[in-house]
């Protein structure tokens, strides 16, 4: 079947901008989550959705960073007021969350954010 | 808090060559671990993982072994392959909380 899916693959933008970050979950997948990739501070957690409860947002780095997730399946990842910092890529994970089994995340090609 | 180390890369090994990538963690719980591999201009995908103390996780000829007394899971291959070039990283998912923390990664050239 269709694996994550984001978009867009590449975005550039100048600093100062509000951008957003697509992801399409697995279908059937109740959990989904942000991360991003970047050279200085490696893969790093920023959101988690699980279901109708409520996000576990302790990875957004600051206030400029939100997430939502519309029907419990597609998410948007909205950065405002863009830095250059924020350059990075910008992977989306989903996986089955069921009791006694392991989650395991499968993870989408990531939207490669660029802040001129 | 929680972390984990890998060794750092580049690795670069003759095709055939035995490979063996270290990883040890910290968690509070009781973790899942995982390697996830990315190839080149591809996104991140699951290589093998392991549940409980002394599971071995194998998948393509990779295999780690979760040692809990260790806090460790390295990566090892038999004979590796050109096409085995990719970044790999160690990671884990703490009891509790389903995000993954990473580490940061090592190359792995495999020269024919």
């Known amino acids: 079947g269709a694996g994550v899916s984001q978009s867009p693959s590449n975005k550039v933008t100048e600093k100062g901008k509000d951008v957003e970050l697509r992801c399409d979950p697995i279908s059937g997948h109740t959990a989904l989550y942000w991360y991003r990739q970047s050279l200085g501070q490696g893969l790093e957690f920023l959101i988690y959705f699980q279901g109708n409860s409520a996000p576990d947002k302790s990875g957004l780095p600051s206030d400029r960073f939100s997430a939502e997730r519309t029907g419990g399946s597609v998410s948007t990842l909205t950065i405002q007021r863009t830095q250059q910092e924020d350059s990075a890529v910008y992977l989306c994970a989903s996986s089955t969350r069921s009791l006694g089994s392991t989650d395991t995340q499968y993870f989408g090609p990531g939207t490669r954010l660029t802040v001129l | 808090g929680n972390s984990v180390t890998q060794m750092e890369g580049p690795v670069t090994l003759s095709e055939e060559a035995f490979l063996t990538i270290n990883c040890t963690y910290t968690a509070t719980g009781y973790p899942s671990l995982f390697w996830y591999v990315q190839y080149p201009g591809e996104g991140l995908q699951l290589l093998l993982k392991?549940?409980?103390?002394?599971d071995k996780g194998s998948n393509k000829g990779f295999e780690a072994t979760y040692r809990k007394e260790t806090t460790s899971f390295h990566l090892e291959k038999g004979s590796v392959q050109v096409s085995d070039s990719a970044v790999y990283f160690c990671?884990?998912?703490?009891?509790?909380?389903?995000?993954?923390?990473f580490g940061s990664g090592t190359r792995l050239q495999v020269q024919p």
């Open positions: 392991a549940t409980k103390a002394d």
């Open positions: 990671a884990f998912s703490d009891t509790g909380r389903r995000a993954l923390t």
